[in-house]
């Protein structure tokens, strides 16, 4: 089974939470992240000034923040496909992170 490789190739920051992609395939979508941006690695990205910090590595050609933060290319070329999965994500970490802090 063959799988398409894609790279981002031009990332334009939307604030708060946005990101105006272009991918080498010529396909542009602008992705709102502020629904998925909870948990240990993401939640740090809902300070907007830490946000804009994202940039383009130039080896992966995905979009990266300096905590390590990422998304793999193919799940953004594909995101409606792939949000409501992060979204519920999103969610369970949330919870988890309330309870933990209810517990201490």
């Known amino acids: 089974m063959q799988h398409q490789i894609h790279r981002i190739i ?3 920051l939307l604030p708060p ?3 105006k992609l272009k991918f080498s395939d010529g396909l542009t979508r602008v992705i709102d992240l502020e629904r ?9 990205l809902r300070d907007p000034n830490f946000f804009s910090k994202v940039t383009i590595d130039p080896e992966v050609q995905t979009v990266i923040w300096p905590n390590g933060a ?3 290319p193919a799940v953004l070329h594909d995101w409606p496909l792939h949000s409501e999965a992060f979204e519920q994500a999103a969610k369970l970490w949330k919870q988890r992170a309330s309870a933990a802090a209810y517990t201490q």
Do not use: N
């Open 70 to 72: 990422d998304f793999d």
């Open 17 to 19: 939470y946005s990101l």
């Open 36 to 44: 998925v941006l909870e948990g240990e690695i993401y939640g740090s």
């Open 10 to 12: 031009d990332c334009l």
